[in-house]
């Protein structure tokens, strides 16, 4: 008997030896996911937003492995479409970010491919053999900022409770949760208001231009020191600007060359060249700059004149302009039967803004 206990007790004790010699080792500890964001495009309740979530991996991604963003109960993630969800990755998050290709189903995604699943509301991203290196940060767009491949279009909504809502990424090795604040109507959007005053600029250059002494032998042009010139010149220019809508339009009204009972013809509102020995008042003009344009029969090389008892609109813009320059040319010819006598007349300019 003594034999049998004195045994037992050495075993005991081997075994408690061999038990106190082997290491203890501690569990693997996950890392936390760093530079975590969800960008939405819209916080308030119940809203549908965008999300831009960025992360990076200290451990990374191993190939075939996968990582899971999950959302707070309270969002409402809508019908799943691999149209709606892009997946990049950059060396840091301020980075130019590569995208990846998505696809969708089960299994693991053929090479160079992630494969993307919604669950619930998780979506779970499985990579082929490429992986995430450590450190490196990944982009998901969600909604419609996804573009990559095909146009994304079904969004998010935001929880109907004010709250700080959560967001959940893990992966094998790392995790992390993220807060997003989720605000009452209005809490979100600032209403900014400003007015744009009408604006309409329009300038005539020279007030006084004449002819000087007009013969039947030749053809006078108009000039800004009276004297007027045998050859074809402009007499003064009118300016014109402005930010209506649908633009402007420029007039002039006023009678012909008229001294006393006596007149030189007015061409009338049809273009038609010079013809020296004929009695003949008549404008032109050519526009630079802006938008504006000189119309008919203004526009011609020819002569023209049609507003001694209306207005006759001489040029306009269609849309806000900047400034255009109208050069306005006048012509005058009289016959050998003209009566003699100081000739003169006012023309009145004048411009509406379309708003």
Known sequence: MKYVVKKLINIV????????MTPFVLPAQAATFTSMEDNLTRLQTSTLADHTIKFISPSGVGATASFTITFDADFTMGTFALANIDLATA???????SDRTLVT???????????????GQDLVFTNDNSGVSPGECVMVEIGSNATFGAAGSTQITNPSGAQTATLTIASVGDSGTLGIPIVATGGDQVSVTANVDPVIVFAVTDSTIGFGSLSAS????????????????SAHDITASTNATSGYTIYVLGSTLTSGGNTIDAIGGSAVA?????????IK?????????????????????????????????????????YSITYIANISSTTQPGSYGTTLTYTATGLF
Do not use: H, K, M
């Not at 004790?13 to 106190?20: A, E, N």
């Not at 060396?91 to 970010?97: E, K, L, M």
């Open 218 to 233: 030749g053809a006078r042009w108009a000039t800004g020191d009276t004297l007027g010139n045998g050859s074809e010149t």
């Open 285 to 325: 003009a050519s526009a630079s700059g802006g938008s504006g344009g000189v119309v008919a029969p203004y526009a011609s090389a020819d002569y023209a004149y049609n507003a001694t008892s209306a207005q006759d609109d001489i040029a306009l813009s269609s849309v806000p302009s900047l400034t255009t320059t």
């Open 91 to 97: 060396s840091t998050c301020n980075g130019s970010f």
């Open 13 to 20: 004790i081997i075994v408690v030896f061999v038990c106190t």
């Open 105 to 119: 189903g089960l299994g693991f995604p053929v090479s160079p491919n992630w494969r993307v699943n919604q669950v």
């Open 274 to 282: 010079s013809n020296p020995g004929t009695e003949q008042f008549g």
